[in-house]
């Protein structure tokens, strides 16, 4: 009798259907460690609550994520390589040679171009990580900030240039007197 | 003054039930649901209330406004009305009635003519075939809900929902009538549990096949108040929202508050005719009264408080057993809905009204 068969099996499979949620109602008592991708247990954990609470609590970031730009100014030596590699144009860069000596950068370059605009548009980025890989002193790294939305999309772009508009024409006509 | 009390109930228990679904719901689906609106999420509910009043009462211009209008107030009214014959206590209950089961029963069969007048006056197909679909559900349901509840009132002898609910108790004479409680309802078996109690003596012990009609009156109920499993006169992926698919505002918020009523209402009924009423579930055994200590002697304010407390935390603790099976199941088509009804709960039903009425005979 298919009849009787049927409402039997309606009845065991109602069961356990009602015991599988019973189970994750009682598993939910635990949430999740937030244990980033490199740590060892990451796939270990496959029972409890997986939501994270974003703003309060968030996964670690792998080291080679690749996140938004900072650029060390002190340490840029301005060779514009950044620029050209950049495969969106995101960066814009305008040098003026130095008149005065600029001093070395950390890793011991010598700094002959002063950054008068040094700019990253990170609305524009594409997060390949080429300029960082071109950089010579490695001032132009990828942070593992990565919850940096804005209102205004004017504010995706960043400024790292250390001279303010007055400073750069200064140095502007340093360059020019020099010159005549 | 009754009215109050049982709006208040029927509000606190909703909000209650609706903050415990959306949780339960998470923790089914490993999520941890509301946390940001009060203390893990606590006033979640309240704040979608609010929000809900303030937004603006939509009228289609096409739809028949008057009928539109009245649609969501009927629901609401005629599931609450339901409530006055429910003995909250052993010495509360809003209108005590001799036939207060058949009441309940009538009344709460007005909500589908609210339903349709919904539906149809919305001028929307969905909303039109959520309704259809709805009454054609309801109608059906209620025919494995009245044979089981009959098997409830065959065994008690009674239609006053605060009778069945004195004879579930240590009370059980105290009403009036002379009810003697055996084990399992077999007198041969000569243990009398009259002054034992607690779960002992509710209906689905007092004669065991009436468990079989609880397990039947709670499947019925889901489909009474179109819960999932058997949620299609709502089903969102076919029919968007169903009868209500064009009300907002504080019009939404009253068919969603007479759903959750409903709920609650048919929950009330289960525990009353099922699960001793606002009978405490311990017994008293040997020289320890579990079931006195935690239950007052009808009459004193003992009586009403805990009275309150077993009956709301039982209904409340049905309700969280809605929840769970609604979060578990898929939605049956309309077909295996029919099925169901027709071929399955109705012959078990009518069975069990004819066990159960056997079982009576081995009760006296």
């Known amino acids: 009798m298919t009849y009787f068969k049927d409402i039997s099996e309606g009845i065991k499979t109602t069961v356990s259907g009602l015991k599988l949620t019973m189970k994750h109602i009682w598993q939910a008592r635990k949430s999740r460690s937030t244990v980033g991708i490199e740590q060892e247990n990451y796939f270990k954990q496959d029972t409890g609550i997986v939501t994270l609470q974003y703003p309060f609590d968030s996964f670690p970031v792998p080291d080679n994520g690749r996140y938004r730009l900072d650029n060390v100014i002190e340490d840029c030596i301005v060779c514009d390589k950044c620029v050209k590699i950049c495969p969106v144009d995101c ?43 071109v950089c010579p002193t490695e001032c132009l790294t990828m942070t593992k900030t990565y919850d940096f939305s804005e209102f205004d999309v004017t504010n995706m772009n960043y400024h790292f240039s250390n001279l303010s508009p007055e400073q750069v024409l200064e140095k502007k006509q340093l360059l020019e007197d020099k010159k005549g | ?119 149809w006056s919305s001028n929307n197909k969905y909303a039109l075939f959520g309704a259809m679909r709805a009454i054609a559900q309801i109608v059906s349901y209620e025919i494995p809900i009245g044979l089981s509840v009959l ?76 819960r999932a499993p058997f949620d299609i006169p ?48 311990l017994p008293n055994i040997g020289n320890v009264p579990l079931a006195a200590w935690t239950s007052g002697a009808p009459g004193t304010v003992a009586a009403t408080i805990w009275g309150v407390f077993w009956m709301i935390s039982k209904t409340i603790g049905l309700l969280l057993v809605h929840v769970w099976v609604r979060w578990t199941f898929p939605r049956l088509r309309i077909d295996q809905l029919m099925h169901l009804c027709w071929k399955v709960l109705t012959p078990i039903s009518i069975l069990v009204l004819f066990v159960s009425g056997i079982w009576r005979l081995l009760m006296v």
């Open chain 2, 234 to 281: 709502e089903a969102e992926s076919e029919l968007v929202a169903g009868y209500h698919v064009e009300y907002s505002g504080f019009r939404f918020g009253i068919f969603f508050l007479a759903e959750y009523a409903m709920m609650l209402l048919t929950g009330f009924l289960a525990t009353i005719l099922f699960l001793g009423g606002w009978n405490t579930p």
């Open chain 1, 91 to 133: 960066i814009d860069i305008e040098a003026i040679k130095a008149v005065e000596d600029l001093g070395l950068t950390s890793d011991g370059s010598p700094k002959r171009l002063h950054a008068a605009i040094f700019d990253i548009d990170m609305a524009k980025c594409c997060f390949c990580g080429l300029c960082t890989t």
């Open chain 2, 1 to 119: 003054m009754a009215v109050l009390i049982y709006l208040i109930t029927v509000l606190v228990c909703v909000l209650v039930v609706f903050y415990a679904e959306r949780k339960l719901a998470a923790f089914v689906q490993d999520r941890l649901g509301p946390m940001q609106t009060g203390f893990y999420g606590t006033f979640q509910a309240i704040a979608d209330l609010l929000k809900m009043l303030q937004k603006e009462d939509i009228i289609p211009q096409k739809a028949d406004a008057p009928l539109f209008k009245i649609a969501p107030i009927l629901v609401f009214v005629s599931v609450f009305v339901g409530f006055v014959a429910i003995p909250l206590s052993p010495d509360f209950v809003g209108a005590p009635m001799r036939n207060g089961l058949y009441f309940v029963l009538a009344i709460v069969s007005l909500d589908i003519i609210g339903l349709l007048m919904a539906g």
């Open chain 2, 151 to 226: 098997a409830v009132v065959m065994t008690c002898q009674s239609m006053d929902l605060q009778e069945i609910s004195f004879q579930q108790g240590i009370w059980a004479n105290e009403f009036g009538g002379n009810t003697t409680n055996y084990l399992f309802g077999l007198k041969s078996l000569g243990i009398n549990t009259t002054d034992i109690g607690g779960i002992l003596t509710w209906n689905i012990f007092r004669s065991p096949v009436l468990f079989i009609a609880f397990i039947i009156y709670f499947i019925a109920s889901l489909a009474e108040c179109n």
